[in-house]
Every structure is written in structure tokens, then in C-alpha cells.
């Protein structure tokens, strides 16, 4: 059996991951780039392979059908839009993700984000580095109001991590949500000019079109901030930008972009802060999101543990 890694860092924290496929006589390649592959690399990179373990690169239909043979797809994440569900189903190629591994990272990172834009931590830190010493007031978390877009396991982790500052938190999503805290459900219109803070926490749109655009931004309370560390394209980056530049709002943090890695404007705001798609990237989330990936690839290539090895099924 041989498998494909598309992912960019695989088994750099804890080599456990790689070991298991070794010890169920799994041979693997791992990706060579160091970065998000594309159509032409993952087809070169999975050719003659039964199992991928994947990451956010594009596995579409024309993918999947230049990789004859393929049985399963582990995507080592939560976010299922970069894998063609149907052509993978029309293939017989199982289908799985790891939604519980990244939760508390990325909420985690969520928190830390918002409150740097508040306290304005790195605007600071940068001009310190630069021999400024210049003193940025800001503003507190406590008795803010704040909005979350998208309330599966993330959003609802964040109001739980959220509600000790003494928060309001309302939700905005397609169906009601139970969560351990108070937290009120709201129509999306309703959160932009409501809240103080908007955190993001949805899958792209149907059409691939902005959620967060430029009508939405106008209507957004004047001198909030917004998160996104759900997906890039969720936010029109170009209206945000100019957004910011007039001031209508007081700052923003996106972990994701429409292109990554990400060079535009928004680099150029003091009170944007910006990270390279880590919202994951806490070494024991990641070490954990990395072994179910493994587990979830040998259970879609029939492997199993038996009587301390490992066996294909018949």
C-alpha cells in the first residue's frame, strides 16, 4: 500500500504519525515543496497511490480522475471545499476530515487575535522594533459585544473561551445551535451593526462570493474590528482594505486569504494584524489532527490492528 502526504509540514512536531503508517506497511511520499501544492504537483506527487493524506490543495475532479486507483482521501483539517465531494463519490474514493482535532487551536488563536487588536499589541511591538517608544491606548474586551458567524465546534469553543470576560455573545448561523453558555441567536444583518467585535467562523459561501463585502463593511458599527479565521474569500479583501483606510472600522485580524501566501495592501495597515494560515498550528492540536488523518486513511484503505499487526481486510 503507498500514500501520498500533500500536506506541507507532516510529522515535523512528532514523527508518531509517520511511524503508524510505516508499522501498517504503509509506504508514503511526503510533499517535496514545502508549501500548497497544485493540480499538475499533486497529480506527479500521487501517481500510483491508494490512499492521499491532504490538505487544502485543490483535489477536484479533474485531479482525482488522473489518479487511478485511489481508494480514500484523509484531509488532515476540518474544511471539506477543496475536495470534489461528487467526483470523489462517482469514483468510489472515501472521503474523510479530522473536525474535532483543530478546535481548541484555532479558538484559541481566535481570542489571542482579538485581543491583540484591542490592546493594539503588535502595532506597538512594531514601532518598538522600529525605536519608537510610543504609548497606543486601547480598549477593553470586558462588556463587549460580539458577534459569531458560523457557531459549529470553533464558534461555539470561542463563546465558551470568550464568556469569563464578561461578554455579550450573539450567533449567527444556519440552524439553532445549543452551547454550554448564553449565547442568543441573531440574523446576520442584525450582527453588523450590533456588534463591537465580528469573528468569523463559516465555510465560503455556495457561489464563492464574499460574506463580508463592501455593503457589509458600511453596515458594520463604526469603530468594531473583524476576525476571519475560517476561509479565505470570506471577506473582500480590497473592500476591507479601503474600509480600514477611511477608518469606518477600528481594525482587523485574518489568518486566511483569498491568494495565499498573501502580499496585497493590507500589510501596509498599523492596525491590521495578519498570520500565515495557523490557525491549527498548536504543536499538540496539530500532532492530534495529524494521527486522525493516519487513522482515518487506514480505516478508509481497510487496515487494521490484528493481533499486534497490521492487516488488510478481505
Excluded at 511526503?30 to 497529480?43: A, M
Excluded at 458567524?149 to 455573545?169: D, Q, S
Excluded at 492540536?285 to 490492528?305: C, D, P, S, T, W
Aim: aromatic residues 6%.
Amino acid at each position: 500500500m503507498k500514500a501520498a502526504i500533500t500536506t506541507s509540514s507532516f510529522g515535523k512536531y512528532d514523527p508518531a504519525p509517520l511511524d503508524r503508517l510505516i508499522d501498517a506497511g504503509v509506504q508514503y511520499v511526503l510533499n517535496p515543496h514545502g508549501r500548497k501544492v497544485t493540480e499538475e504537483e499533486i497529480i506527479e506527487l500521487a501517481q500510483g497511490v491508494d490512499g492521499i493524506i491532504a490538505g487544502t490543495e485543490p483535489l477536484n475532479s479533474r485531479v482525482l480522475n488522473h489518479l487511478p486507483g485511489l481508494k480514500a482521501v484523509s484531509r488532515c483539517g476540518v474544511g471539506m471545499e477543496n475536495v470534489d465531494m461528487k467526483a470523489a463519490e462517482n469514483l468510489g474514493i472515501k472521503v474523510f476530515n479530522t473536525p474535532d482535532g483543530p478546535t481548541l487551536a484555532v479558538a484559541e488563536v481566535t481570542v489571542a487575535l482579538i485581543l491583540g487588536l484591542l490592546r493594539k499589541i503588535t502595532w506597538m511591538s512594531r514601532q518598538m522594533k522600529d525605536g519608537i517608544w510610543q504609548k497606543q491606548m486601547g480598549s477593553l474586551l470586558s462588556c463587549k459585544k460580539i458577534g459569531i458567524i458560523g457557531f459549529g465546534r470553533i464558534g461555539r469553543k470561542v463563546a465558551e473561551l470568550l464568556h469569563p470576560f464578561g461578554v455579550e455573545l450573539v450567533y449567527c448561523d444556519l440552524e439553532p445551535k445549543s452551547c454550554s453558555i448564553r449565547c442568543s441567536r441573531k440574523k446576520f444583518e442584525e450582527i453588523l451593526g450590533w456588534a463591537d467585535i465580528i469573528s468569523l467562523h463559516l465555510s465560503p459561501s455556495v457561489n464563492c462570493k464574499p460574506v463580508i463585502g463592501e455593503k457589509e463593511l458600511s453596515e458594520m458599527k463604526k469603530g468594531s474590528w473583524l476576525v476571519n479565521i475560517s476561509r479565505g474569500g470570506v471577506v473582500d479583501e480590497e473592500a476591507l482594505y479601503h474600509c480600514l483606510e477611511k477608518g469606518h472600522i477600528a481594525g482587523a485580524a485574518l489568518d486566511v486569504f483569498d491568494q495565499e501566501p498573501y502580499c496585497g495592501p493590507l500589510r501596509h495597515l498599523p492596525n491590521v494584524i495578519l498570520t500565515p494560515h495557523i490557525g491549527s498550528y498548536a504543536k499538540e492540536a496539530r500532532i492530534e489532527m495529524e494521527m486522525q488523518a493516519v487513522e482515518n486513511l487506514l480505516r478508509g484503505l481497510r487496515i487494521k490492528r490484528s493481533k499486534g499487526l497490521e492487516e488488510r481486510q478481505d
